[in-house]
Nanobody
């Protein structure tokens, strides 16, 4: 089992940058597939980026080229560097992890953090 805690959200202006962190408990975080999802008011939770345990990454088209997912397995921490933020990036951002096969589907992830709010003003 793993527990996840996000941090780093906030209120920024369009064009600014933020870095989100997801701290994981336990010693085996490196064996988990992990990713970032987001949910805006009135919308479904959607994929942002995935970092699979083998090192591959995957990004939603909407953030490709602007966001970067990374992991520091020694610190049991995953990051999401968000550059060139847009108002449409406003959402609660969640980190998720799972040890089953890699997936871009939120429902396939068993472990979730509590979320951190990102608000981008125009």
């Amino acid at each position: 089992q793993v527990q996840l805690v996000e941090s780093g959200g906030g209120l920024v202006q369009a064009g600014d940058s933020l870095r989100l962190s997801c701290a994981a408990s336990g010693r085996t975080f490196s064996s988990y597939h992990a990713g970032w999802f987001r949910q805006a008011p009135g919308k479904d939770r959607e994929l942002v980026a995935i970092s699979w345990s083998g090192g591959n990454t995957y990004y939603a088209d909407s953030v490709k080229g602007r966001f970067t997912i990374s992991r520091d397995n020694a610190k049991n921490t995953m990051y999401l560097q968000m550059n060139s933020l847009k108002p449409e990036d406003t959402a609660v951002y969640y980190c998720a992890a799972d040890r089953k096969g890699p997936s871009v589907v939120a429902g396939k992830y068993d472990y979730w953090g509590q979320g951190t709010q990102v608000t981008v003003s125009s």
